[in-house]
């Protein structure tokens, strides 16, 4: 019996994936038809075409809610304007040392750095576009010379995914189309196939070749060998077909398993997810055919069929505006006339779609990435604008907490550990040694969500101020420098803002200190001027002096 080769072993689970995904193609095919008419790979040849795909698309607002998603995401979760995540420790009293937070903000500065420099936000809002109609979308993180890290969202059709135990996504295999100059320059010219390195010295250097590419637990690593090969993730590269026989064009692998996969609404032990964009199709079919409809009434309406008599055939007859048709009409028949008057109910036709329009916005959660702007109110007040939020948030809530899991942990661990082996981190305190850290998110999003403690903290307060007018030792119940600390935790303030314990203690220290000193100065004056008088009071004598003397 013939041994499995390797190259034999990884085409027979890319078949298994394949076929265990088959029964998802047609589903995201009309997704993609009605939502995001450009992406996906369907076929080997589908690739820098640029023919129309947009057909079925009269009506534009589902394109326009799944837009709306991705920008109100990318702006609410990651927005490269403004910090959205810092790190922590999982003790809070270490995070009051001086050294420790000083070091933890240099980190999250440079991680934010190191993010603006890569193309990290220019992938993310086609990973929330994608993963909005689709329910999924991985996005591999590469190192890079330039930027320490690049990514590289992958569309929907080119990809296959399975997960571990756990229903963590841990296996990606995916169908790359890459040039015979890509392939040359990124694996060598001797790793090619005989057919490539023959197109490489005919010139067809731009003709189209597929490529596997798979990254899966290592299984078979030797855990004493510190080699690329023996990493816990393999990744390898081979062409698609025998051409290449059993060689690979690359063989390497990855300390930490490299793709980010996340999905929306799982079910169960799913591998892909539902979707907004699924639960949206039904209505976005509709207003398309709604849309067709309404021109078809209209159009009947302003050029409607026309009915004429027999002596008319093969004769002038005209449709445009003042022109005449003569007509010979007998006694009780009419001449040129419209075949039937038709008058369309548009304005009923047009409510029906703007519900239609409505539902989809609100499955894509427009009206929480747009609410103010949708809002039919000009002034509301700045409570009922945190209400509003709190009660949109409830709806997005479990997808931020998966989108945390499987999205924003791997991105910042996987950044992280890449600048850690190329030694662009600072060195790390002492204190910090066998310390994991932990991943606090603060973006719009983030703090939006935990606005609802900010309002408890503000609450306890209003309620101690109106009990310490009639018994201010109510105030001893509260710990105003710990108070202080949660409220800026909440808000998210920059660490350097607010003091650690240890320099306020300092600065009480120093204070009172300086107040005691005042004190002393102040009153120095008076005991030198008591000790002057005694020194100048006769003890001869009756007087009070000489009595309490003699009393001694």
Known sequence: MAIETAKQRYQKRLSALRNERSSWEPHWRELADYFLPRKGRWLFNNVNRGDKRNQLLIDSEPRLAARTLASGMMAGLTSPARPWFRLITPDPEMMEFGPVKQWLYDVERRMRDVFAKSNLYNALPTVYGEMGVFGVCPMIGLEDPRSLIRFFPLTIGSYYLAQNEQHRVDTLYREVNMTVRQMVRMFGEKACSPTVRSMWQNGSTEQWIRV????????????????????????????????????????????????????????????????????????????????????????????????????????????????????????????????????????????????????????????????????????????EVAERHEEKLLMLGPVLERLNDELLDPLIDRTFSVMFRAGALPPPPPELEGVDLKVEYISILAQAQRMVGLGAVDRLYQFAGAVAGADPTVLDKLDHDQAVDEYADMLGVPPGIVRTDDAVARLRQQRAQAQAAAAAAQAAPVLAKAAKDLAETPVDGDSALSRALGGV
């Open 212 to 383: 596997i590419h798979l990254i899966e637990p290592n299984e078979d690593r030797v855990i004493t060998r510190a080699d690329n090969r023996n990493m816990p993730f393999r990744s390898v590269w081979f062409e698609s077909g025998d051409g290449n026989g059993d060689g690979f064009l690359r063989q390497s692998g990855f300390h930490e398993f490299p793709v980010m996969a996340p999905r929306w609404d799982p079910t169960a032990e799913d591998v892909y997810s539902g979707s907004p964009g699924m639960d949206a199709l039904g209505d976005a079919k509709a207003l398309q055919y709604q849309q067709k409809q309404k021109a078809k009434a209209i159009d009947k309406h302003v050029d409607p069929p026309m009915q004429a008599p027999t002596s008319l055939r093969n004769e002038r007859a005209s449709l445009l505006p003042g022109d005449i048709t003569y007509v010979d009409v007998a006694s009780g028949m009419q001449g040129f006339v419209p075949a039937y008057q038709i008058k369309p109910e548009i304005q009923a036709l047009l409510l029906d779609m703007q519900e239609m329009r409505d539902r989809i916005n609100r499955t894509f959660y427009a009206d929480l990435f747009l609410m103010l702007a949708m809002s039919d109110r000009r002034q509301m007040t700045a409570t």
